[in-house]
């Protein structure tokens, strides 16, 4: 059996327009595909975009809450730091509600400071603190008795007289004669005296 090699140039080979022909086809198959992965891929951008907003939208709209300063009348003490002027919160606590500066309870409480401060070796806000510590511990023993209050009667104790002892050891006494039974005049008027004050 004889086997015939066939000629060469008998080879049919793709002519480089064959080529174009398949390049395009090819490229216009994959088309759609590669717009519909760019739109998705464009759609997950804007989600996760929308989902990243959200939190730091809602973290905006409640920072300035946070960052609200208390109102005065509902301090429980005054600190250092703090700019209130301690004539200010005690009127305003005893009003239930903020007061202006300029109110006449305000002047009031600031000249009953003023009083206590000549008399005692603590200052207006120190006072102020002690009252409001006394009002309350009167209170949980079912004895109301207003801070205010009580720095006015307090201050009557030692007269015109610096005293030797501080508001806030004065308030202790009073508050030990108001558990021994005492009346709020019964008290004052012992501690005038220089009565023993000891539980």
């Not at 975009?49 to 920072?63: F, K, L, Y």
């Not at 960052?67 to 301690?86: I, S, T």
């Not at 005038?192 to 000891?198: D, E, W």
Request: hydrophobic share 40%.
């Amino acid at each position: 059996m004889k086997f015939h090699a066939r000629p060469v140039d008998a080879v049919i080979f793709p002519t480089p327009m064959v080529f174009s022909r398949m390049r395009t086809k090819r490229q216009d198959a994959g088309f759609p595909g590669r717009r519909l992965a760019s739109l998705g891929m464009a759609m997950i951008a804007l989600a996760i975009a929308a989902c990243s907003d959200e939190p730091q939208q809602r973290v905006a709209e409640v920072r300035p809450a946070q960052n609200e300063a208390p109102a005065v009348y509902q301090l429980e003490r005054l600190d250092r730091g703090d700019h209130v002027k301690p004539e200010l919160w005690l009127a305003s606590r005893a009003a239930g509600r903020d007061l202006a500066e300029t109110a006449p309870e305000v002047g009031a409480a600031r000249s009953l400071l003023e009083t206590a401060g000549k008399r005692f070796r603590d200052y207006p806000r120190m006072i102020a603190n002690r009252a409001v510590q006394l009002e309350d511990m009167l209170h949980s023993k079912g004895l109301g008795e207003p801070a205010i209050a009580l720095i006015a009667d307090l201050s009557e104790v030692p007269g015109d007289v610096r005293y030797v002892e501080s508001f806030g050891s004065l308030s202790q006494q009073y508050y030990n004669l108001r558990l021994q039974g005492l009346d709020r005049q019964e008290a004052l008027d012992l501690l005038k005296r220089g009565g023993n004050t000891s539980n």
